[in-house]
């Protein structure tokens, strides 16, 4: 689910933004983790295309997960930033559905989502378990060695 925020920041500056998570307990968590003061939080629905059908698309297998994590293993190992790295995969997928998710993901992490959170916008996708790890990973700092065991 993706949530509009507004809060104010220590200085008592207004911030907007949007944020990907499980539902509104975790978006609260982490904005009062951050030292804001929230304003207001709304759920944003989900955008969909004309003709965007889910159950028309193509899925994302879980050997196509694997490799993905894999494959972002690896270069996250190499030394490359993780926009980059999306980049690379969503390159070299042949998958619709996969390339509209990367894409996707890429824009909420530059509109300052952390990579976790942008995950957690597609639940249909990535569980539960998988977000969790690739937060702890990101938290602490073994991202490649987390994705390498997804």
Not at 61 to 74: D, F, G, I, P, Y
Request: aromatic fraction near 6%.
């Amino acid at each position: 689910m993706q949530f509009q925020y507004r809060v104010r920041d220590a200085q008592g500056r207004l911030q907007t933004g949007v944020l990907g998570a499980e539902n509104r307990d975790h978006v609260i968590d982490y904005l009062l983790s951050q030292g804001y003061f929230i304003v207001g939080l709304e759920e944003k629905p989900e955008r969909r295309k004309a003709g965007e059908l889910s159950f028309l698309q193509p899925r994302i297998t879980l050997r196509e997960l694997s490799m993905m994590s894999r494959q972002l293993s690896a270069m996250l190992g190499a030394g490359l930033p993780l926009l980059r790295c999306l980049d690379i995969l969503q390159v070299q997928t042949s998958n619709k559905t996969m390339i509209r998710v990367l894409e996707r993901v890429k824009e909420d992490i530059k509109a300052g989502s952390a990579f976790w959170e942008a995950l957690a916008a597609h639940p249909r996708i990535f569980s539960p378990l998988y977000i969790s790890m690739i937060r702890a990973g990101e938290v602490g700092g073994v991202l490649d060695t987390v994705l390498g065991r997804l």
